[in-house]
Every structure is written in C-alpha cells, then in structure tokens.
C-alpha cells in the first residue's frame, strides 16, 4: 500500500510539474535581437496578471491602420511603477518600443512607452 501512495504521488507530479513550466512563455515568440519603435492610438488596455496588454492602432505611409497588441509585464509587476487600470486610455497617443513577434505578426515584447508625451515606467527597470 505504502508503495502505490508513493507511485500516485510521483505521477501526480509528473502530471503537474510540466503544465506549470508551459505556462509562462517569457521572450521567446519576439526578435529580441532588434528593438522597432512605433506611434499609434490606444484603442484598448487590459491591465492583467500574467501579462498587461495595450491594443492600439498604427498608420502606415498609405494611412492605411494596423492593429497591434503589445505585451508588457504583469499587473502586479506594474502598480508598483505606479501603473493603475486608467494608465492607457482610448485615444491616447503612445510611442512605444519593442521586440517584434518573431513570426510577423503586428505585436511586440514593450521596452519602452510613452503615452500623451509621458515615459510609463515598466517593472524591468532601475
């Protein structure tokens, strides 16, 4: 008996331990070996754990809109920057850097924000 609980238990972690380590997919879907910057329009702000998330609107030379997302730390990591659920608001303009998603889509790992001409700070820096 005592040896099935031990089996139970081994396999109950090898269950577990690998969806815990899926979960976070850290930096790996973005090019961090180049940093683009763009200006855009705020159309939405999701002020989340495990990633906050701003959508905002880019014009191309044509004035043709892109939609894109940018990932930016978690909400715990940002409200102690000073970051609340009203920081970005439709309408804001932003300039915002980032690590492009590798696979071409129009989202980015942020580095830097701007928003109405004021720098956010992100929970990654001094």
Wanted: no cysteine.
């Amino acid at each position: 008996m005592k040896h099935a609980l031990v089996f139970l238990g081994l396999a109950a972690t090898i269950l577990v331990v690998p969806r815990t380590a899926e979960g976070h997919h850290g930096y790996a879907a973005f090019d961090q070996k180049t940093v683009v910057t763009l200006k855009g329009t705020v159309t939405d702000f999701h002020f989340v754990n495990p990633h906050s998330v701003a959508e905002f609107d880019v014009k191309d030379d044509q004035g043709q809109v892109q939609q894109w997302h940018a990932e930016m730390p978690s909400r715990s990591a940002l409200s102690p920057r000073g970051w609340t659920p009203n920081s970005l608001k439709p309408g804001d303009e932003l300039t915002i850097s980032g690590y492009r998603a590798k696979n071409g889509s129009p989202s980015l790992w942020v580095t830097r924000i701007f928003a109405n001409g004021q720098e956010l700070k992100l929970a990654h820096e001094n």
